[in-house]
């Protein structure tokens, strides 16, 4: 079997999403080995722009700012100068496209989502 090493980095989540992989796959793992390591130098580089070269692309690069901001303050640090300003999506994008969840998603999205008009449930940025 061949494995690939999860990404250490924000900008290896951002690269490997520009080279084809899934970037809900590739973020969830990225997650598992920050829970492991919780470098600030995993969220510190400033990833490769998403935006017009990716489906979804202005939507990820705006994810993995409030990523790196959220990450960051688990691990008391300070973001990094990269995620300044927020890049704020025109439209709200929620996690779940039920409309009874808005609401929830409304609520319970932590800040640095919120601020960029994305709109997720916390738990799913947990990983076991």
Do not use: C
């Not at 989540?13 to 969830?28: D, I």
């Not at 130098?41 to 901001?69: C, H, K, T, Y």
């Not at 999506?89 to 929620?94: E, K, N, V």
């Amino acid at each position: 079997m061949n494995f690939t090493p999860r990404a250490a980095s924000l900008a290896e989540v951002a690269q490997r999403t520009l080279e084809g992989s899934r970037f809900g796959y590739e973020v969830k793992d990225f997650l598992h080995e920050f829970q492991a390591r919780q470098e600030f130098s995993m969220v510190a580089e400033p990833p490769p722009i998403l935006a017009g070269r990716v489906e979804n692309g202005e939507r990820w690069d705006a994810f993995l700012q409030a990523l790196a901001v959220y990450l960051a303050a688990r691990i008391h640090r300070d973001p990094p100068e990269w995620t300044q300003p927020p890049q704020a999506l025109s439209d709200p994008w929620f996690a779940s496209p039920g409309l009874a969840i808005r609401n929830y998603l409304l609520l319970s999205s932590p800040a640095p989502f919120r601020t960029r008009n994305l709109f997720i449930d916390e738990d799913s940025l947990s990983v076991v």
